[in-house]
């Protein structure tokens, strides 16, 4: 796994079948045929110019917190490695930061709180880094990517340019954007540009919050306890990937037409389901998967956490196999049940 061009600091760190299991917060093995990490806009033109890694299929690798490797991957891994942060602007009614795509998101989140600029605690102690966030829209608490977002900085992987995107160009959805669809695997997100507003205010209508502030007798808490509270109710909630391997919740939240809706109820009075601005209904995916009677089951080495049906869990030394094997199991019984189909949130390899 020795670098072979690591002398100068100019030329490509490139790795030779570099184990990615300390790379996926599942704790999946895989093998990595080539693995080039990637610490600058210059480093991605590099590997386009590159008389071999240029024309090869790339696998653009974050922190690894969204991804289910079930298999070694032969596809050229870009582990995004760039970092920085700063403060480009300050108005009257925002703070605009940059931050490289390398950095994990949760440090942003806290340094940004730090430096006195807040609007980013509802996204604390999210895996991941600064980079991906925009791929998949993070979003937790009342509040998503796309409603900080600024622009960002991507280089185009077949010519070398460097686009900067803004919200429209990156078209946003639940758990979505254009990274993951037309842009896929096309393009690496090298800097990212958040847009705090000015004057701050607290998000706090979401069930879990509401519960802290009633709790707590605090009504207007200020963005570090906000902070606090979403790192507090995320360490009672969600296993840490440092101790029990996961992704996160495994399932979207399903969208159903209001009919489809009713019909659950008249099965399930106590289906849990949020009415969506545009008339839809979102369905919690866990309760579902609750429903069906999954939480706290092991199948093989792969399992369903106990005090969170939406997160699957490596129980040790699982294969990305087991994982999707219990994925399919689930999804087999949610549909016989509700006639619904739960679809995957993280990438699948
Ligand atoms: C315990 C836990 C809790 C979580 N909670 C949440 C939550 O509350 N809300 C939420 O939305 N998500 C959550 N997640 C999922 C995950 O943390 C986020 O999706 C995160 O943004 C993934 O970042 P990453 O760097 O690990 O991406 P990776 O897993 O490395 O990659 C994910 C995808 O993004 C692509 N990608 C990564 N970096 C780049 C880049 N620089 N340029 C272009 N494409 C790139 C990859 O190719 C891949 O397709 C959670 C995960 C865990 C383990």
Same mark, same amino acid.
């Given at each position: 796994?020795?670098?072979?061009?690591?002398?100068?600091?100019?030329?490509?760190?490139?790795?030779?079948?570099?184990?990615?299991?300390?790379?996926?917060?599942?704790?999946?093995?895989?093998?990595?045929?080539?693995?080039?990490?990637?610490?600058?806009?210059?480093?991605?033109?590099?590997?386009?110019?590159?008389?071999?890694?240029?024309?090869?299929?790339?696998?653009?690798?974050?922190?690894?917190?969204?991804?289910?490797?079930?298999?070694?991957?032969?596809?050229?891994?870009?582990?995004?490695?760039?970092?920085?942060?700063?403060?480009?602007?300050?108005?009257?009614?925002?703070?605009?930061?940059?931050?490289?795509?390398?950095?994990?998101?949760?440090?942003?989140?806290?340094?940004?709180?730090?430096?006195?600029?807040?609007?980013?605690?509802?996204?604390?102690?999210?895996?991941?880094?600064?980079?991906?966030?925009?791929?998949?829209? =993070? +979003?937790?608490?009342?509040? @998503?990517? /796309?409603?900080?977002?600024?622009?960002? !900085? %991507?280089? $185009?992987?077949? #010519?070398?340019?460097?686009?900067?995107?803004?919200?429209?160009?990156?078209?946003?959805?639940?758990?979505?954007?254009?990274?993951?669809?037309?842009?896929?695997?096309?393009?690496?997100?090298?800097?990212?540009?958040?847009?705090?507003?000015?004057?701050?205010?607290?998000? =706090? +209508?979401?069930?879990?919050? @509401?519960? /802290?502030?009633?709790?707590?007798?605090? !009504? %207007?808490? $200020?963005?570090? #306890?906000?902070?606090?509270?979403?790192?507090?109710?995320?360490?009672?909630?969600?296993?840490?990937?440092?101790?029990?391997?996961?992704?996160?919740?495994?399932?979207?939240?399903?969208?159903?037409?209001?009919?489809?809706?009713?019909?659950?109820?008249?099965?399930?009075?106590?289906?849990?389901?949020?009415?969506?601005?545009?008339?839809?209904?979102?369905?919690?995916?866990?309760?579902?998967?609750?429903?069906?009677?999954?939480?706290?089951?092991?199948?093989?080495?792969?399992?369903?956490?106990?005090?969170?049906?939406?997160?699957?869990?490596?129980?040790?030394?699982?294969?990305?196999?087991?994982?999707?094997?219990?994925?399919?199991?689930?999804?087999?019984?949610?549909?016989?049940?509700?006639?619904?189909?739960?679809?995957?949130?993280?990438?699948?390899?």
């Amino acid at each position: 796994m020795a670098p072979s061009d690591a002398a100068a600091p100019q030329s490509l760190q490139i790795e030779h079948r570099a184990s990615l299991r300390d790379f996926n917060t599942f704790g999946l093995p895989a093998v990595a045929a080539t693995l080039v990490r990637v610490r600058s806009e210059a480093d991605v033109r590099r590997v386009v110019d590159h008389p071999v890694l240029g024309s090869a299929p790339k696998f653009i690798l974050g922190g690894g917190s969204n991804i289910v490797l079930t298999r070694d991957v032969g596809d050229v891994v870009l582990k995004v490695e760039v970092t920085g942060r700063r403060l480009v602007a300050e108005t009257d009614d925002a703070w605009i930061v940059e931050v490289g795509a390398g950095e994990p998101w949760h440090d942003v989140v806290a340094w940004t709180l730090a430096q006195g600029w807040p609007g980013l605690e509802n996204l604390a102690l999210i895996p991941g880094s600064t980079g991906a966030a925009p791929v998949q829209n =993070i +979003g937790a608490y009342g509040v @998503e990517l /796309k409603d900080r977002f600024h622009s960002l !900085d %991507a280089v $185009d992987l077949v #010519t070398g340019r460097t686009v900067t995107l803004d919200a429209a160009a990156c078209r946003f959805g639940y758990r979505d954007s254009v990274f993951k669809q037309a842009l896929a695997g096309k393009s690496v997100i090298t800097r990212v540009r958040l847009r705090l507003p000015r004057p701050w205010q607290p998000v =706090i +209508g979401y069930l879990d919050l @509401e519960r /802290k502030r009633a709790e707590t007798g605090i !009504d %207007a808490p $200020d963005a570090q #306890t906000v902070f606090d509270w979403v790192c507090a109710i995320r360490r009672a909630k969600l296993p840490d990937p440092a101790v029990v391997g996961n992704a996160g919740s495994f399932f979207k939240n399903p969208v159903v037409t209001p009919e489809q809706c009713r019909d659950i109820i008249g099965r399930d009075p106590e289906v849990v389901h949020y009415p969506m601005p545009d008339g839809s209904v979102k369905l919690a995916a866990g309760w579902l998967i609750d429903a069906c009677g999954w939480k706290g089951k092991t199948v093989g080495r792969a399992g369903v956490y106990e005090r969170q049906a939406l997160v699957l869990v490596n129980r040790g030394g699982a294969s990305g196999a087991e994982v999707v094997t219990l994925a399919r199991a689930i999804q087999e019984s949610v549909y016989g049940r509700f006639g619904i189909r739960l679809e995957p949130e993280p990438v699948i390899w």
